[in-house]
């Protein structure tokens, strides 16, 4: 008989186990310990989009800095607007008198620059403005400033010395311009919004938390000799 | 045996929050460690183009006034560096377009602005100079040597006049410097 009480317990297995409303409770502060967690977590997440949107926009700005830096030849980097730079061929279709060649350098150009400046409609002279899209969907508008380093800037070809060398004893003027000119100051930001599939505005509207953008400048000078 | 298990809920309690404020504490470091990189990558990519800039003002040279540059720069003797000192972005006379720093800079300076910026204002404050163009005679050929060009370039982080504490660090308030050595072949003739 005292085995049984003793083995039997039945009373006593009651009192150490977790009734329904001992586990509601700790299931409702855990709830509340957690909510700050899952908030930062969200936070986390966000800010990694972040990081990965500054992260596209530089690897997007060197590769179009690159291109128009080593591979677009240098007569076709034209001034523009002064906010924006042109693209395009002078000579069109005339250096072989055949103006469907001159319409095939155009559809290679449209069809190269749609890589750097996206996939739009961009009519000839082409313009260094545009926007591309990010495999996660983030939008970035991409623009290009060309400096001609020449005239008016620059009368003579003194960044050789003091007794300047006129540049047009070295260099062939540029085939629409006329302007004689060795180097070109290149400026490109890239803007973009952290609101994902939503177009950056054309026009700076003032500083917004939501808007970021970046710039690299550089200076090409005139080293082709096919002209 | 009651008291036991009671006793248990603290350290458990301890090892749950111990566990969970570490992951949070490293998700913040990785965040952060993250942006940080983002920024110095930005600022070496801009220091990079500037340098870049200063091989291109350097073959500019070379290309029109080869023979001048080959006297100043002839294997065996010591090398004439005054040829270059108009590779600097900072006191070249085209000063005020290639000036990439002093009143050109502008930390607001932005192509998406209402108004066209100048075309003598600059987004980033940086500078680039020629360092030295030495003879390598390990490459020298029937027609031609081979020199290795070094140029250098620093910006800054884009702080305006009061510069940030670890730009002021530096002695031009430029801490991020990239350093370029290319190999250029002079002709003989």
């Not at chain 1, 899952?38 to 690897?59: H, N, P, Q, R």
């Not at chain 1, 095939?104 to 750097?116: E, I």
């Not at chain 2, 458990?12 to 990558?41: D, H, P, R, W, Y």
């Not at chain 2, 940086?126 to 390598?136: I, N, T």
Request: with cysteine; proline share 6%.
């Amino acid at each position: 008989m005292e085995l049984l009480s003793k083995r039997g317990a039945p009373t006593k297995n009651t009192k150490t186990g977790l009734g329904l409303l001992e586990v509601l409770v700790a299931f409702l502060i855990l709830g509340f310990l957690m909510l700050p967690v899952f908030g930062f977590l969200t936070y986390t997440v966000k800010d990694a989009e972040k990081l990965y949107t500054e992260a596209f926009a530089i690897s997007h700005a060197r590769f179009v800095m690159d291109t128009v830096m080593f591979q677009v030849p240098w007569i076709l980097l034209e001034d523009g607007d002064g906010r924006i730079a042109n693209i395009r061929d002078p000579r069109d279709g005339d250096i072989f008198d055949d103006p469907e060649i001159g319409d095939s350098v155009n559809h290679l150009l449209r069809a190269y620059l749609n890589r750097l400046f996206g996939d739009q409609t961009i009519d000839f002279p082409f313009s260094t403005d545009g926007i591309v899209e990010c495999p996660m969907g983030f939008r970035y508008r991409v623009r290009l400033k060309c400096v001609t380093i020449g005239e008016p800037h620059l009368e003579h070809l003194d960044i050789f010395d003091q007794d300047a060398i006129p540049i047009s004893w070295l260099v062939p003027a540029h085939p629409t311009s006329g302007e004689y000119n060795v180097m070109k100051k290149l400026i490109l930001e890239v803007m973009w919004s952290n609101i994902k599939g939503e177009d950056p505005p054309a026009t700076f509207q003032g500083r917004s938390a939501r808007i970021n953008s970046i710039q690299l400048v550089a200076v090409r000078a005139d080293l082709e000799e096919y002209r | 045996m009651n008291n036991r298990r009671s006793a248990m809920a603290i350290p458990l309690v301890l090892i749950f929050a111990f566990i969970t404020a570490a992951m949070l504490m490293s998700l913040l470091f990785i965040g952060t460690e993250t942006k940080n990189q983002n920024k110095i990558t930005l600022y070496n990519l801009q220091a990079h183009y500037l340098a870049l800039s200063a091989v291109q003002h350097l073959k500019l040279k070379l290309q029109h006034m080869p023979r001048e540059v080959r006297i100043a720069v002839e294997p065996g003797q010591p090398p004439d560096t005054n040829v270059f000192e108009h590779i600097v972005s900072s006191i070249n006379p085209i000063r005020s377009v290639i000036h990439f720093e002093g009143g050109n800079f502008d930390p607001s300076y932005s192509l998406f602005a209402a108004d066209a910026p100048s075309d003598d204002a600059t987004p980033i404050r940086g500078r680039y100079e020629f360092v030295s163009l030495q003879a390598d005679a390990t490459e020298r050929r029937f027609v031609h040597d081979s020199f290795i060009a070094t140029v250098t370039a620093a910006v800054s982080c884009g702080c305006g006049p009061d510069p940030c504490p670890r730009c002021s660090r530096h002695p031009n308030g430029m801490p991020y410097v990239v350093t370029i050595s290319e190999r250029i072949y002079l002709s003989r003739d």
